[in-house]
DNA sequence: GTCTATAAACTGATAGAC
DNA sequence: GTCTATCAGTTTATAGAC
């Protein structure tokens, strides 16, 4: 077997449906379909609806955390760091797949499917204060600069850029943010020449 | 009459299901429903569900930009103005009753109820990069400022910044990045001590 | 203008056979 | 584990009376 069984599928299929319509956009059947199962199939395999939304928020919120890790973690200054983590690879006008959560009421209705979304967004905020922290600290940045402020200002600037480029269907604003909220940032660059 | 009848009273329960619920989440019957009239009386006045969403649309559109122009024509400096718009009073929790309307695939996949949209991003985009072009010529700020990118960052953090409270459910990382971002431009003025 | 009746398809399951 | 049958309620209308 090539790890492909049918709770597999279903949990895919529903990080992909969630994510193109939401949690109110996607069924049961669609989700069925998706995946090549049958009802009987996914109503042994999860208690429902929530339930199977539960696995596929968790995995898309954990493969998040990993992506955004990988940039953090990387070598270069905290806006060399930063740099690479905005201008990462991206499917644009797809959106954000967790942040798009937080536009579904019945996600945020369920304190279950709710907290995974609140925990990435925490971790990430945090993560990324932390490399602000460091660069504040190494003096490439300049005390002046509040970390968790400009943490939160990141993260927004990444899903409201998304926002901007779903309205216009053109990545552009998106790219337009980015480069607004670096230059913004380069101000606070101090020169050391080290 | 006081300019209530079932028409105007459809549009208006149309816009707060809108954003509460979004285009997908909402059904003719609960706009009925909140409404106070039958279903003779909305398909009387409109030709279906896309019908009266764009009559609802475009109003929550129109007043969006009167209440932006309200900050970007008033007095003060332009960092003064722009602070009092992201300052501005305002329902975090609820979000974005336009920017919603991005992540609702039946929205976008429609072109009339997605021009809306789209123009009042590109038309807060412009009047938002006037500004900061103004600040620039008035030598307020630095003239390294790139007055279209950084009114893109200004639009994103807003939208971004609503995804964050409704994630935490809580004002709070709004305010932070709108802190955020104030304080990075706060490094772009100049200190004109005219 | 508004009402009620009707309807075909979909939603989110449950039940029980295989 | 997966299948088919069934089901009560919802969705998005249309038709025609009042």
New binding site residues.
Partial sequence: MITS???ERLIESTRELLWERGY???????I?QRA??????????F??????ALAAIRRTAEEMRGKAEEQFGGPGTAVERITAYLRRERDVLKGCPVGRLTQDP?VMADPALRAPVDETFVWLRGRLGEVLAEGVARGELSAALDPAATAATVVAVLQGGYVLARAADSTAPFEQAVDGVLGLLAAHAQSTAS
Wanted: charged content about 20%.
């Fill in positions: 069984d049918a709770s109110v956009g996607t069924s049961p059947k669609a069925q090549g199962a049958g009802q009987g199939s996914m109503y042994h395999h208690s429902g609806k929530p339930d199977l019945d």
